[in-house]
């Protein structure tokens, strides 16, 4: 058998069978298994297997089609090969192709299969029939010059990207990734009767598109809970219902800002908000954060006024920090005076373990110019897909309401509808109640944990809130390269630095996420990151945190439940 990669290398040779790949034009695409690779009888080996170079037109001529039916029409074979080779430019532009019956003779299929090959290539431009016969259309140069250096980047090059974004991510499921909330746990009988509640009452007329702001029942449902619960002050009107954060950020910048304008985020921060914003072609300007959350600088507010300003205010990811009262009036009446607005995601402020809740700031003073975004991905399950945007008051005066209603289309109703039943009957306030006790506990055991287990340096953040605790290290531990190596053990904390945009000699540790991981893992989870940290250890050892041990002992000891 003879294994070849999708890029035609030949990996192994054996009897029998050979491997197929469809870069080359022999294997339809949609044929193709995920893995790439394809098994072809050995008679059609002599085809694939590399010989002397020929020339395009030659291999056109003399490479036999593949008659089996797994690999697609012999018509179709033919149009990918011959689009391919236009494509790649093995066929340059204005040769001209063979002709129907020679080309037929050739590869020794009916005329009637050439024709057809040919005039689907006609019908989308890449051959233009003349008197003389078939030649390759003349492509535009755009595609040419992306045959010649790749897929072009969007404007401003990888440089513009405002920080490290990996396209790598562990697996679901593993211990400790931040954000995932307790699956096991969740009532899924609760949840399965208002599913079929839903579906039965709706009926057939739900699977249709629904009214774009979400379905009024759970408009107002969302309403009220966030009224009581947050303290947000709002009309079930101005709820919008979102496929999520990710969503609402992008609707957010869609709304009020034109590429070119300023946006404040918070440094470190949630790296979505920075894509959001990102995308949305707008200047980035970092706000660090302390101990009382965003602290905007003399010159930041020196600086040219930001159109949006992104916010965590209740419980700042990743530091945990809550917003004082007095800067949070502070940012609201600059967003006021300078025409700017804020965007407070309140992404797992539901869960506040020890003290009175923290309230919005949406709702601290009258017609705030706060637009306040959440997500059920955090108190429910994240495949939900469903989150919220809350218009301030302002707003709804103005053409942003009929935009948003351009821009969503009212799907999943089923779904809003089963969700809209779930708060209405009281399951949704009883599933937060039974997760705020669970995960109390969860973080009271992980700092336990970490207080006995964890041998090199360390300080614990965090807060008393959330499904997250923060683990800095110093420099001499590269937070980075003991995320990579805890993921082979399926571990998957995340690096503080990979969160930072203008990372400072502090910002280096591991952001832990204790909501899907069970209690008794942690002893040997924290054991394992330990000895990773251990063995990543870089010299000379950095002195970012002095006396750390003391302050890791006293982070420790004043939790109390």
Same mark, same amino acid.
């Given at each position: 058998?003879?294994?070849?990669?999708?890029?035609?290398?030949?990996?192994?040779?054996?009897?029998?069978?050979?491997?197929?790949?469809?870069?080359?034009?022999?294997?339809?695409?949609?044929?193709?298994?995920?893995?790439g690779?394809?098994?072809?009888?050995?008679?059609?080996?002599?085809?694939?297997?590399?010989?002397?170079?020929?020339?395009?037109?030659?291999?056109?001529?003399?490479?036999?089609?593949?008659?089996?039916?797994?690999?697609?029409? @012999?018509?179709?074979?033919?149009?990918?090969?011959?689009?391919?080779a236009?494509?790649?430019?093995?066929?340059?532009?204005?040769?001209?192709?063979?002709?129907?019956?020679?080309?037929?003779?050739?590869l020794?299929?009916?005329?009637?299969?050439?024709?057809?090959?040919?005039?689907?290539?006609?019908?989308?431009?890449?051959?233009?029939?003349?008197?003389?016969?078939?030649?390759?259309?003349?492509?535009?140069?755009?595609?040419?010059a992306?045959?010649?250096?790749?897929?072009?980047?969007?404007?401003?090059g990888?440089?513009?990207?405002?920080g490290?974004?990996?396209?790598?991510?562990?697996?679901?499921?593993?211990?400790?990734?931040?954000?995932?909330?307790?699956?096991?746990?969740?009532?899924?009988?609760?949840?399965?009767?208002?599913?079929?509640?839903?579906?039965?009452?709706?009926?057939?007329?739900?699977?249709?598109?629904?009214?774009?702001?979400?379905?009024?029942? !759970?408009?107002?449902?969302?309403?009220?809970?966030?009224?009581?619960?947050?303290?947000?002050?709002?009309?079930?009107?101005?709820?919008f219902?979102?496929?999520?954060?990710?969503?609402?950020?992008a609707?957010?910048?869609?709304?009020?800002?034109?590429?070119?304008?300023?946006?404040?985020?918070? /440094?470190p921060?949630?790296?979505?908000a920075?894509?959001?914003?990102?995308?949305?072609?707008l200047?980035?300007?970092?706000?660090?954060?302390?101990?009382?959350?965003?602290?905007?600088?003399?010159? /930041?507010?020196?600086?040219?006024?930001?159109?949006?300003?992104?916010?965590?205010?209740?419980?700042?990811?990743?530091?945990?920090?809550? !917003?004082?009262?007095?800067?949070?009036?502070?940012?609201?009446?600059?967003?006021?005076?300078?025409?700017?607005?804020?965007?407070? /995601? /309140?992404?797992?402020?539901?869960?506040r373990?020890?003290?009175?809740?923290v309230?919005?700031?949406?709702?601290?003073?009258?017609?705030?110019?706060?637009?306040y975004?959440?997500?059920?991905?955090?108190?429910?399950?994240?495949?939900?897909g469903?989150?919220?945007?809350?218009?301030?008051?302002?707003? @709804?005066?103005?053409?942003?309401?009929?935009?948003l209603?351009? !821009?969503?289309?009212?799907?999943?109703?089923?779904?809003?509808?089963?969700?809209?039943?779930? @708060?209405?009957?009281g399951?949704?306030?009883?599933?937060?109640?039974?997760?705020?006790?669970?995960?109390?506990?969860?973080?009271?055991?992980?700092?336990?944990?970490?207080?006995?287990?964890?041998?090199?340096?360390?300080?614990?953040?965090?807060?008393?809130g959330?499904?997250?605790?923060?683990?800095?290290?110093?420099?001499?531990?590269?937070?980075?390269?003991i995320?990579?190596?805890?993921?082979?053990y399926?571990?998957?904390?995340?690096?503080?630095?990979?969160?930072?945009?203008?990372?400072?000699?502090?910002?280096?540790?591991?952001?832990?996420?204790?909501?899907?991981?069970?209690?008794?893992?942690?002893?040997?989870?924290?054991?394992?990151?330990?000895?990773?940290?251990?063995?990543?250890?870089?010299?000379?050892?950095?002195?970012?945190?002095?006396?750390?041990?003391?302050?890791?002992?006293?982070?420790?000891?004043?939790?109390?439940?």
């Amino acid at each position: 058998m003879c294994i070849v990669s999708s890029s035609g290398v030949c990996l192994q040779s054996r009897t029998g069978w050979l491997v197929g790949f469809y870069n080359s034009g022999l294997v339809a695409p949609e044929k193709v298994p995920q893995n790439g690779y394809l098994l072809v009888p050995q008679e059609r080996q002599a085809a694939m297997t590399p010989e002397e170079p020929k020339s395009a037109m030659q291999r056109l001529l003399e490479e036999p089609l593949l008659r089996e039916r797994c690999f697609g029409s @012999m018509q179709h074979q033919l149009y990918l090969r011959l689009k391919a080779a236009i494509l790649d430019g093995r066929l340059l532009p204005g040769s001209r192709l063979p002709g129907a019956r020679a080309l037929a003779e050739s590869l020794s299929v009916s005329r009637n299969t050439v024709t057809a090959a040919y005039d689907g290539l006609a019908a989308e431009g890449y051959v233009r029939p003349d008197r003389r016969g078939t030649r390759v259309a003349i492509l535009s140069p755009a595609t040419a010059a992306s045959r010649q250096e790749g897929w072009p980047l969007p404007s401003g090059g990888p440089a513009a990207v405002p920080g490290p974004f990996s396209v790598t991510r562990p697996r679901a499921g593993s211990a400790f990734r931040p954000g995932d909330p307790a699956l096991s746990h969740f009532p899924l009988a609760a949840w399965r009767r208002a599913v079929d509640h839903a579906m039965r009452d709706a009926g057939p007329s739900a699977l249709g598109y629904g009214p774009p702001g979400g379905e009024p029942t !759970l408009r107002m449902a969302i309403a009220h809970h966030l009224s009581v619960s947050r303290g947000v002050r709002c009309r079930p009107e101005q709820v919008f219902v979102t496929d999520g954060t990710q969503q609402a950020l992008a609707l957010c910048v869609r709304l009020l800002s034109t590429p070119g304008d300023t946006a404040w985020v918070e /440094d470190p921060g949630y790296r979505g908000a920075r894509a959001a914003m990102h995308a949305g072609g707008l200047l980035i300007r970092p706000i660090r954060t302390d101990a009382e959350g965003m602290a905007v600088s003399r010159d /930041d507010y020196a600086s040219p006024a930001p159109r949006l300003i992104y916010a965590t205010p209740s419980h700042q990811y990743p530091t945990g920090a809550v !917003l004082t009262v007095a800067r949070r009036l502070e940012l609201i009446e600059y967003a006021r005076s300078h025409e700017a607005w804020i965007i407070e /995601d /309140d992404y797992d402020s539901e869960f506040r373990h020890a003290g009175a809740p923290v309230g919005a700031m949406q709702g601290l003073v009258d017609d705030a110019p706060v637009l306040y975004i959440g997500t059920f991905s955090k108190t429910l399950f994240p495949s939900l897909g469903m989150g919220f945007l809350v218009l301030p008051a302002r707003l @709804m005066a103005t053409d942003a309401p009929a935009l948003l209603e351009e !821009l969503l289309r009212g799907s999943q109703r089923h779904q809003q509808l089963a969700l809209a039943g779930f @708060m209405e009957t009281g399951q949704f306030s009883r599933h937060l109640r039974r997760m705020r006790r669970l995960y109390r506990d969860r973080q009271q055991a992980l700092r336990e944990a970490l207080s006995r287990e964890m041998t090199v340096p360390c300080e614990v953040a965090g807060g008393h809130g959330g499904m997250h605790l923060l683990v800095r290290l110093p420099g001499c531990y590269p937070d980075q390269q003991i995320v990579e190596a805890a993921w082979r053990y399926h571990i998957a904390p995340a690096a503080l630095s990979a969160n930072t945009l203008h990372p400072r000699p502090g910002d280096n540790g591991l952001i832990l996420g204790y909501g899907n991981t069970p209690e008794d893992r942690f002893v040997p989870l924290i054991q394992r990151l330990s000895m990773l940290a251990a063995g990543l250890r870089l010299s000379p050892p950095a002195t970012d945190f002095p006396g750390i041990h003391e302050s890791f002992s006293s982070v420790n000891t004043d939790f109390t439940v």
